[in-house]
């Protein structure tokens, strides 16, 4: 009829299965041994034979699943107290303000160096060809286009400016169909760097 009767007594497996699931319950953790063993002791000579060649893999498994079910210290939230000192203090932008402006120019300043017809003044020289590295490479073409500047910022720039189109030249240029006769000229230029 279909209908499935359990029998009066738990078997062995169902004893040992319920022991550890119980344990996990009860926020215990996976008894790592006990699984291993139930899962020798209950698995039949061909599935045996086939995980006996798994081995490592099956005991990783077994070891991620109790790292899974292990218990963990509960999520106490957010602390959002901040310290009255913290609370007074100005903003990191308002703070750092007048440091950042010795390190780097603002950019108002640059563009009234540069709108200027007089010279640019040499501590915003030095400023600049400090900066250079990290300005893109339009702004550094404006910066030589337009300013007033001695020829050793001059030469300088120049130099940061071939540099970051050479980089945006490689950048541009790889990958796509660009890509597949790299390899052929790398190896030319290696061999001809060799010989």
Same mark, same amino acid.
């Given at each position: 009829? &279909? ?19 119980? !344990? ?26 086939? #995980? *006996? ?7 990783? @498994?077994? %070891? ?5 079910? *292990? ?15 913290? %609370? ?6 308002? !703070? ?25 003044? *040499?501590?915003?020289? *030095?400023? #600049? ?5 990290? @300005?893109?490479?339009?702004? #550094? ?5 337009? &300013? ?7 030469? !300088?720039?120049?130099? #940061? @400016?071939?540099?970051?189109? !050479?980089?945006? %030249?490689?950048?541009? &240029? ?12 790398? &190896? ?8």
């Amino acid at each position: 009829d &279909g209908k499935f009767e359990a029998p009066e007594e738990p078997s062995a497996l169902e004893e040992a299965v319920f022991h550890i699931v119980s !344990r996990v319950n009860e926020a215990e953790g996976l008894d790592v041994t006990k699984m291993t063993r139930v899962l020798w002791d209950s698995l039949p000579k061909e599935a045996s034979d086939f #995980v *006996k060649s798994y081995m490592a893999e099956v005991d990783f @498994l077994i %070891k991620w699943i109790d790292t899974v079910l *292990k218990p963990t210290e509960a999520y106490a939230g957010a602390e959002v107290a901040m310290s009255s000192a913290l %609370k007074e203090e100005p903003r990191p932008a308002i !703070r750092y303000c007048r440091e950042l402006q010795m390190v780097a120019p603002t950019a108002t300043r640059l563009y009234e160096a540069v709108w200027h017809p007089e010279q640019m003044p *040499k501590d915003l020289e *030095k400023q #600049v060809c400090d900066l250079a590295p990290y @300005l893109t490479s339009l702004q #550094v073409d404006y910066l030589l286009s337009h &300013g007033n500047i001695s020829e050793e910022t001059r030469r !300088r720039l120049q130099i #940061v @400016l071939g540099i970051k189109q !050479r980089v945006e %030249k490689v950048g541009g &240029g790889y990958g796509g169909p660009a890509f597949m006769p790299q390899g052929m000229a790398v &190896g030319f230029f290696l061999a001809t760097a060799i010989r």
